[in-house]
């Protein structure tokens, strides 16, 4: 009863007061800090979205849009310009299938071993290992694939590649996206709850069937969100299919033949002479907002599945 009394009396003298003062202070301020930074990251999407439709609407209202959808030439800094954005989709597309078909699997396998089969030393040394390629520019990637990986094809195996093509600059993309799929798939894997392992082994299973049979279509949602987080890298990368792929806009399906990407287009009218204003200048951001629209499909589709399919343990 006296040490009651005695903390009474203190809280009624107010000794803890300012103390509690200071620690309000200091939740309202890092409170206020946290909403600030997220209002800002939402607040600077938005700018881009609306500098991206006010310049797109104004380069619609010279060029169909119709005819920017359907045409099959792209020739925007030619005398008589023609739209087609389909020649630098096509040519997106080229490169990006290209790349998830050689980041998908080896990612994939790699967050397969890494989760099941790697001992906890390994796992430590080999995942940062990986990662490691992400760090690398993505110029350096770029020439690499023209100075390395495109003679090396012409020498052993494909005479009649070009020096600029969609197979060099695919392949050498997709080895940069395999961390960003291996990463998020091994995070998805190991999260897959022990029970569910240990009960594949008490029935018989053997290891290499409990990963592919039950840990993998556990993490189904966790490997899909990664493969599309890595086709959207694929698809919004530069500098690899600017330097590698070429600038020669035409519609084609072969890869040993250069094209150009929606990416490269930009940097290309970017880096050159064209006046701030011009019909040209306009078509970057028509594209862009045609890259946004692509990246915004796909991350929706992906939400969807992920929702869809998600597995609660």
Known sequence: MAVNSEQSAQSKD???RPESRMRHFREWAIKILLAACAYISVSTTFGIVFVLLFETINFFREVSIVDFLTATTWSAAFANPQFGIMVLICGTLL??????????PVGLLAAIYLSEYASARWRRRLKPAL????GVPTIVYGYFALT??????????????TIFNALSAGLVMGVMIIPTIASVSEDAIYAVPR???EGGYALGATKREVATKIVVPAALSGIVAATVLGISRAIGETMIVAVAAGNQAHLTANPL????????????VASGD????????NTIFAVGSTLFVMTLILNIISYLFVRRFREAY
């Open 274 to 281: 064209t006046p701030t204003g011009s019909l040209t200048y």
């Open 148 to 161: 390395f990986v495109t003679p090396l094809l012409r020498d052993t195996i494909l005479p009649s590649l």
């Open 257 to 268: 033949e250069s094209v150009q990407t929606m990416t490269a287009f930009i940097v290309q």
């Open 14 to 16: 107010g000794l803890w």
């Open 195 to 197: 029970s569910l392992r």
């Open 95 to 104: 490169t990006t299938v290209i790349a998830i078909a050689v980041a998908l």
């Open 131 to 134: 990662e490691v390629l992400a």
